[in-house]
């Protein structure tokens, strides 16, 4: 029997909802409101108690690293707490013993935080090799025929930012790991909306931030880093806590942890932390699958209803291969439709020349009418006869 609370019952976690339409979770998030108390509380205890509450912060922390842990069917020391999604990319490209004319291959259409950290290398004598756009989507085939002797590492997004397109990474991580390629994954517009296996998928480095489809606040991220290769990437950040004894301040000891917790430097964002874990029990109490399922079902309203109008369909059509993002164009200029509907309340937002709209589990049918009732009022479509 299914005890689940019917979606509509979690409105009352998005006050947003009371003033706006928000379709933009491929940018940034409202917070629910379990968030914003989760924080309140914890500025309260810091307010009121200082480091006396400490060892119940701790506990905190340790709750919320065994969430995201759970997340992505990884183990809590395979988890560190970074500022964002760079800031984890450039762990895995600044940690890597990179010998010259090694390969990394990368998507050129990927957002720059995933491009960004890989063209540093080039200095250090890697080669980037691109992986061509097809229509907007990636062919594994053509992933597959790059990778030579000399790759050493495959850059992805899991969905990727102007489309929605979203890749099989199950098959990309077999091909990997038959190849000897690490895997790093951008899991940024997935985690949170879709489920995430980096056992499943043979994922060998992911980063996220918080900000999107998890709820959180921005300045708050996961990484992962597969325990058998933590020893060999190294921080190119080094701070007290990346330390083995690290609350052993009278006795210099120069010896790295072994597992994720390298990378944590010093002194956590604590409240984004704190933030951070509020949001994944609400995604946990939701259930992610269920999550991923009404997330689609309104990306399939959202195509019928640009069909209808004769829109052009910029995202994957088929659910296996579309994340929460549907991008729709047509004969009009999508950036001064975008602005014309945050006059009206309405949050979407542009990207690769498309207006791209993201709703998350508790938006609504009558939202995404809504919507398309106003683009009808600005003048974007032309009905087929």
Not at 20 to 32: E, T
Not at 92 to 121: C, M, Q, S, T
Not at 174 to 187: F, N, P, Q, T, Y
Not at 346 to 364: C, E, K, Q, W
């Amino acid at each position: 029997m299914n005890t689940k609370k019917p979606l509509s019952d979690y409105r009352d976690e998005f006050p947003i909802t009371q003033k706006f339409i928000y379709l933009d979770h491929a940018g940034i998030a409202p917070v629910p409101l379990r968030v914003t108390k989760a924080v309140e509380n914890y500025l309260q205890e810091s307010s009121h108690c200082g480091a006396f509450a400490y060892p119940n912060w701790q506990k905190k922390i340790d709750g919320v690293r065994n969430a995201c842990a759970k997340l992505i069917n990884a183990q809590p020391d395979e988890i560190a707490f970074v500022k964002n999604t760079s800031h984890g990319l450039s762990l895995v490209a600044g940690g890597i013993d990179w010998k010259r004319g090694d390969k990394v291959i990368l998507y050129e259409k990927e957002f720059p935080a995933n491009i960004y950290p890989w063209l540093n290398l080039k200095k250090k004598g890697v080669n980037i090799n691109f992986i061509h756009s097809r229509h907007g989507e990636i062919r594994l085939e053509h992933i597959e025929s790059l990778i030579d002797s000399q790759t050493r590492l495959l850059a992805i997004s899991s969905v990727q930012f102007s489309n929605g397109f979203r890749i099989d990474l199950e098959k990309i991580g077999e091909i990997c790991k038959a190849k000897g390629v690490l895997l790093c994954v951008d899991a940024i517009q997935s985690l949170g909306a879709i489920p995430m296996d980096v056992k499943k998928c043979h994922i060998d480095f992911l980063a996220a931030d918080g900000h999107k489809w998890l709820f959180a606040p921005e300045g708050i991220g996961v990484f992962y880093c597969r325990h058998e290769l933590a020893e060999n990437l190294n921080p190119p950040l080094i701070g007290w806590r990346s330390i083995c004894n690290e609350f052993d301040f009278d006795r210099i000891a120069f010896r790295l942890k072994t597992s994720a917790l390298r990378f944590e430097e010093g002194s956590l964002n604590l409240m984004g932390v704190v933030a951070l874990g509020a949001a994944l029990d609400l995604l946990f109490e939701v259930g992610i699958n269920r999550i991923e399922q009404r997330v689609l079902t309104l990306g399939e309203l959202i195509i019928k209803k640009a069909d209808k109008r004769g829109m052009i369909i910029k995202s994957p059509r088929t659910k296996d291969d579309r994340g929460g993002i549907v991008s729709i164009t047509g004969t009009f200029d999508p950036a001064a439709v975008q602005s014309r509907l945050r006059e009206l309340g309405i949050m979407v937002n542009v990207r690769d020349g498309a207006l791209r709209i993201s709703p998350h589990f508790y938006n609504t049918e009558a939202e995404i009418e809504t919507l398309f009732g106003k683009l009808d009022a600005v003048g974007t479509s032309t009905p087929r006869q």
